[in-house]
């Protein structure tokens, strides 16, 4: 079982695998197939709510998803996401959602978008036992002082402001960080330089670990990113079983006796 150390430690040749999942169903099938990191990603937003970006996604809708995917999960290790504006503001608020997270939803580690405010907050967060992923790159909460999902580090300056910044919070004592959507050279010169291992979404194979959001590899995703990948195509075999249950319904052929109780002891009620 994958716990915050192993991970910190990872110097396998075997790459971390992280997806992320939103409900007991799916984190479960997640588990069984032995990914090592279960992120409840405020992706969900994009990815269950019908939101058009993650902003709008709550405190609330993560710890709800997180206790889901904790109660399924047997071995990996589970990392709540915090969303927009649940952090950073005040310190005191962010230690106590980030902590709900550990205390009633049973995660094991939180993660945070970064920069350079929340460098504080992962030292004070890793001190008080609540251990810290930390995420740079493509950071999609910053989206509207971004401009877009755009490429991150693609110029010298960028690309050693997350150099920096991951150092930087390596040092305040985070245990990995995720690297979004950063050219490959970039993404493999700061796993080079840090000891904690780095998870790429859209960062090259050279990074330690790799991660998707799940709607994305199942091929639930109205639309996916370019660095993406389709593993299956989970949406056609959903729309083939609810067709077929519409079809059987309206022929009459379900509910079949099988599926019926007539109790001989109650009489014709009219
Ligand atoms: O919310 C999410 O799914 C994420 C991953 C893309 C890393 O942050």
Redesign the pocket.
């Known amino acids: 079982m994958p716990t915050v150390q192993h991970v910190r430690q990872h110097d396998d040749d075997e790459p971390l695998t ?1 997806l ?1 999942a939103y409900d007991a169903p799916t984190a479960s099938i997640v588990d069984d197939a032995g990914v090592d990191v279960i ?1 409840v ?4 937003g994009n ?1 269950n709510l019908g939101y058009d970006t ?1 902003l709008p996604v709550t405190v609330d809708e993560i710890a709800s998803a997180t206790g889901a995917v904790a109660r399924a999960t047997d071995e990996a290790l589970v990392v709540a ?1 915090m969303p927009f504006l649940s952090f950073g503001a005040d310190q005191s608020e962010s230690v106590r959602n980030c902590g709900r997270m550990l205390k009633e939803e049973d995660a094991d580690a939180v ?1 945070l ?1 970064c920069g350079p405010h929340t460098v504080e907050l992962t030292e004070r967060l890793t001190d008080l036992g609540i251990p810290v992923m930390a ?1 740079l790159g493509l950071t ?1 909460q910053h989206v509207n002082q971004l401009g877009g999902f755009f490429r991150q580090g693609t110029d010298q300056d960028a690309a050693e402001r997350i150099l920096e910044l991951a150092r930087r919070h390596e040092d305040a004592g985070a245990f990995s960080l ?1 690297l ?1 959507h950063v050219p490959a050279n970039v993404a493999a010169d700061v796993t080079d330089a840090l000891d904690v291992p780095t ?1 790429g ?1 859209g960062a090259g194979p050279d990074t330690d670990g790799q ?3 799940i709607t994305d590899v199942l091929g639930l995703s109205e639309r996916s990113p370019p660095f993406s990948r389709q593993f299956g195509d989970v949406k056609s075999e959903m729309e083939n079983a609810v067709g077929d249950y519409v079809e059987a319904v309206e022929s009459g052929e379900f509910p079949a006796d099988e599926h019926s109780h007539v109790e001989e002891d109650v009489d014709s009620l009219y």
Request: no cysteine; charged share 25%; hydrophobic share 50%.
């Open positions: 992280m992320t992120l990603g405020d992706s969900v990815a993650t996401d993660k978008e995420h999609p995720v979004e998870i979404i991660v998707l959001v």
